[in-house]
């Protein structure tokens, strides 16, 4: 069974903006919280943001604070990242992952999707 699916990445110019989408299992987006990480070669997985299970409450890494929204559809278990004003560092792989609990520790998620790749040219 495939839990989550990433779609939406390209390649894009600096200001322009993408919407990341994350098509999850019953089991997976029912664990309540969801969260958007990104990863470059030889560099740990980051977080970027996280929705949670109570009041669909964000949260967001200093880097992509006011540019970046998280969002969900509980109606057809899909987590949105909406990136605006992309800059040539946000550039990476991006992960849908699903948690039991709120955090930005990657290590307490325990279901990752494939990854999308995101890649912004200056």
């Known amino acids: 069974q495939v839990d989550l699916v990433e779609s939406g990445g390209g390649l894009v110019q600096a200001g322009d903006s993408l919407r990341l989408s994350c098509e999850a299992s019953?089991?997976?987006?029912?664990?309540?919280?969801m969260g958007w990480f990104r990863q470059t070669p030889g560099e740990e997985r980051e977080f970027v943001a996280t929705?949670?299970?109570?009041?669909?409450?964000?949260y967001y890494s200093e880097s992509v604070e006011g540019r970046f929204t998280i969002s969900k559809d509980k109606a057809n278990n899909v987590v949105y990242l909406q990136m605006n004003s992309l800059k040539p560092e946000d550039t990476a792989v991006y992960y849908c992952?699903?948690?039991?609990?709120?955090?930005?520790?990657?290590?307490?998620?325990?279901?990752w999707g494939q990854g999308t790749q995101v890649t912004v040219t200056s």
């Open positions: 929705i949670g299970k109570v009041a669909d409450l964000d």
């Open positions: 019953e089991r997976t987006f029912n664990l309540g919280n």
């Open positions: 992952a699903a948690s039991p609990r709120y955090s930005v520790d990657p290590r307490q998620y325990h279901y």
